[in-house]
C-alpha cells in the first residue's frame, strides 16, 4: 500500500519564482491498485511521481509504502521494490549495450540479483525466457545493441527489466507517449500483462484519454497540485470518453 499524507512540495520558497507544484495531496492506494493519473501541463503529475520514487523530497507531509515511512528514503534505495518507466524510450538503458547486458545492468540494482548474475548462464536463460513471454521474438537478439531497437522494442525490454525482481510498484511516466499508436498498444498490452502477472500496485501517468478511459480501476484528475477528481471501480467503468474530455474544458 502507498498512502500519502498531507504533501506539499514548492519550489524556489521565498523567491519570486515560488512554485506551489503540489498542495496537501492525501491519497492512499491499495496494493494491486492500477490508477490512472492525467491533468494538464504543469499541474503536479511528474512532482507526485518524483516524490513517489525518491527523486524529491516533499516540502511537507509523509510517505509510507507497505507500513514503510520512506519520506526521506532515496531515490536509489526506494528503487529496490519500485520501478519507473519514463516517456523517452533510452531512459535507463545504455544504448550501445546489448540486451543481456543492460539487463545485468539493471539486476545491479537490487543486493539479491548481485549474487546470482555473472554466476553461469542461469541469469542469461532467467532472462530469454522472460523476454520470449512478450512473444516479439526479441529473445533471440540478446546481443545485439539496445539502440539499434525501435523505441516499442525498447520500451517493451524496459519494463520486463523493470519488474523482473522484487518489485511492488510500478510507476509508469508516459510509457507510450514518444511512440506510434501501434507500438503504444503493444507497450501498453504489455505493461498489463506483468501488472497482471506480478501483482504489481501501478500508476500511470498518461495523456491519451482512451488509455484513462481503458486501464486501471482508478483514475486521478490532478489541477494545479491537487487532486481534484478520484474516480473508482464501476464509476470509473461506466465513465464515457467526453466526460472525461470535459474535465479539460
Ligand atoms: N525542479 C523544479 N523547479 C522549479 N519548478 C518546478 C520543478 N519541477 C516542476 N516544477 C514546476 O512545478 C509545476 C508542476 O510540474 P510537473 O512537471 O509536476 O507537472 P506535470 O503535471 O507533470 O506536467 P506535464 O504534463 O507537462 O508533464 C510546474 O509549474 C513546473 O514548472
Given amino acids: 500500500m502507498i498512502a500519502l499524507q498531507q504533501l506539499d512540495k514548492t519550489f524556489n520558497k521565498g523567491t519570486a519564482n515560488q512554485v506551489s507544484a503540489l498542495q496537501n495531496i492525501s491519497l492512499t492506494v491499495a496494493d494491486q491498485?492500477?490508477?490512472?493519473?492525467?491533468?494538464?501541463?504543469?499541474?503536479?503529475?511528474?512532482?507526485?511521481f518524483n516524490i513517489i520514487a525518491g527523486a524529491e523530497f516533499p516540502?511537507?507531509?509523509?510517505?509510507?509504502?507497505?507500513?514503510?515511512?520512506?519520506?526521506?528514503?532515496?531515490?536509489?534505495?526506494?528503487?529496490?521494490?519500485?520501478?519507473?518507466?519514463?516517456?523517452?524510450?533510452?531512459?535507463g538503458t545504455a544504448p550501445d549495450l546489448t540486451i543481456l547486458d543492460n539487463f545485468r545492468l539493471a539486476a545491479l540494482r537490487t543486493s539479491s540479483k548481485k549474487l546470482r548474475i555473472g554466476i553461469n548462464d542461469k541469469f542469461k536463460n532467467t532472462v530469454r525466457d522472460k523476454i520470449a513471454e512478450l512473444g516479439m521474438g526479441l529473445e533471440n537478439k540478446l546481443l545485439q545493441p539496445m539502440g539499434t531497437l525501435s523505441g516499442g522494442q525498447r520500451q517493451a525490454l524496459t519494463l520486463v527489466m523493470s519488474v523482473m525482481d522484487h518489485t511492488e510498484v510500478l510507476l509508469l511516466d508516459e510509457p507510450t507517449a514518444a511512440l506510434d499508436p501501434r507500438s503504444a498498444a503493444v507497450v501498453m498490452t504489455t505493461a498489463q500483462k506483468l501488472i497482471d502477472q506480478y501483482r504489481l500496485t501501478a500508476i500511470f501517468i498518461t495523456h491519451n484519454l482512451k488509455d484513462a478511459q481503458h486501464y486501471g480501476n482508478r483514475l486521478l484528475h490532478m489541477q494545479e497540485g491537487k487532486i481534484t477528481r478520484d474516480i473508482t471501480g464501476p464509476d470509473k467503468q461506466a465513465l464515457q470518453l467526453a466526460d472525461i474530455y470535459g474535465w479539460f474544458a
Fill in 33 to 48: 491498485d492500477f490508477v490512472v493519473i492525467i491533468g494538464a501541463n504543469g499541474s503536479g503529475k511528474t512532482t507526485l
Fill in 59 to 91: 516540502t511537507q507531509g509523509q510517505i509510507h509504502i507497505n507500513g514503510r515511512n520512506v519520506t526521506h528514503v532515496p531515490d536509489y534505495k526506494r528503487s529496490q521494490w519500485i520501478a519507473r518507466v519514463f516517456q523517452n524510450p533510452l531512459s
